[in-house]
């Protein structure tokens, strides 16, 4: 699975971890995040991240 980075702060998902703190499972990939999943850093949307190959 891709990792994405939010191109605001820098906080990078990775699906492998998913996000915890919101309840977001671990092997979630970034497609499948709910429309109202926000930066857990800077609190933007989904639009502001972008694939990375890291």
Do not use: Q
Request: contains cysteine; negative net charge.
């Amino acid at each position: 699975m891709k990792k994405y980075r939010c191109t605001v702060c820098g906080y990078t998902y990775d699906p492998v971890v998913g996000d915890p703190e919101h309840d977001i499972s671990p092997d979630t990939p970034f497609e499948a995040l709910p429309d109202g999943w926000v930066c857990p850093v800077c609190g933007k949307g989904k639009w502001a991240f972008e694939n990375t190959d890291v």
